[in-house]
């Protein structure tokens, strides 16, 4: 089991979320445990005061830092195996592959911002930090969720079906090929033939192909890292002379 908890000042944010398809599947079962925790909770004081103006001006708020370091303090599982998150614009870009590094954790604790920010000095008490994307929103709310998904996914048994995890998107650093059901034919376009001649390697290759075809074409920038096989290189190869005849 992954303990997960979310500090927010929006807690009802993940009522929803947490109860639906494979996040509220998945607690039922067991596999999963998420708690999520109200920041002003935290706050010593009587109006229970979570942020403040910040120093050396400039406009918005800023997250105190004795709610932040309380609640991290006081749910941080000592003995548990624990990743303190922070959800951030500044922090490492999410990935599939971080997805799975998180999974060897027992507790991750994922420390929702808001406003203008969270007072630097709460660096000193996460483990690090993670940025969903290039864009701002108004909270780590929604970029919880994402993680916590990504993550979850990947525990075993979640998904009931390992194999459901295999050449998705990212996986093993392609984007996915395309995917096709009944009927075989709608409005005019067919399913590819190939894929209805129960041939097994005819239809490995094309996937691999198609995958190939679609990282390219989209996202040139994974191809620069990923380590290519043999049949890969000629794979690619090959769609690239297509494309310059």
């Known amino acids: 089991m992954v303990f997960f908890d979310i500090i927010s000042l929006f807690p009802d944010f993940f009522s929803s979320a947490l109860e639906e398809s494979i996040l509220g599947k998945a607690q039922e079962k067991g596999l999963i445990r998420v708690g999520v925790h109200n920041l002003r909770n935290y706050a010593g004081d009587k109006h229970r005061v979570t942020d403040d103006c910040p120093y050396g001006g400039g406009a918005g708020m800023v997250l105190k830092p004795e709610p932040v370091a309380e609640a991290i303090e006081k749910i941080r599982d000592a003995d548990r195996n624990a990743q303190v998150v922070l959800l951030t614009p500044q922090g490492e870009t999410f990935t599939q592959a971080l997805a799975g590094e998180l999974t060897h954790y027992e507790q991750i604790v994922l420390v929702c911002g808001r406003y203008e920010g969270v007072d630097g000095r709460i660096r000193n008490f996460v483990d690090r930090e993670v940025s969903i994307g290039d864009y701002i929103l108004s909270g780590g709310e929604a970029a919880a969720l994402v993680v916590l998904e990504a993550v979850s996914r990947l525990v075993d048994g979640v998904l009931g079906n390992d194999e459901s995890l295999t050449g998705e998107s990212f996986t093993d650093g392609l984007l996915e090929y395309p995917q096709y059901t ?29 995958a190939l075809k679609i990282t390219l074409h989209r996202r040139p920038d994974l191809l620069k890292t990923k380590v290519l ?17």
């Open 229 to 245: 096989s043999n049949e890969e290189q000629q794979m690619l190869y090959d769609i690239e002379r297509e494309m310059t005849m």
């Open 182 to 210: 009944r009927p075989q034919t709608f409005r005019g376009y067919d399913v590819p033939g190939v894929l209805l001649s129960g041939n097994h390697e005819e239809i490995r290759r094309w996937r691999l192909r198609e």
